[in-house]
């Protein structure tokens, strides 16, 4: 492997992490990364519809209450954030 093609991959990687918010970088904190991973999973939940009745028989609820569930549950998916260290 070269050293141009090192630069051209870390460059397309910048570039998808700047687009996307989802694949992280290298300053993002373990909660940063898991509440994104939640928040990606219940939009998943409530844009597929097969998978929202799926999660609304499970739990005998509504398909309605069910995405509100869900969009509460987007707000806080991991609970509140730690404690930040100034050091």
């Given at each position: 492997m ?42 998943s939940?409530?844009?597929?519809h ?6 609304a ?31």
């Amino acid at each position: 492997m070269q050293a141009s093609d090192r630069f051209n991959i870390n460059s397309q990687l910048e570039h998808l992490q700047a687009k996307y918010v989802g694949t992280g970088h290298a300053d993002l904190s373990r909660f940063e990364w898991a509440v994104n991973i939640q928040r990606d999973s219940y939009a998943s939940y409530i844009g597929h519809h097969p998978m929202l009745a799926y999660f609304a028989i499970a739990e005998n609820e509504s398909i309605g209450r069910e995405r509100y569930n869900f969009m509460q549950k987007m707000l806080l998916p991991c609970g509140l954030p730690p404690e930040r260290e100034d050091s």
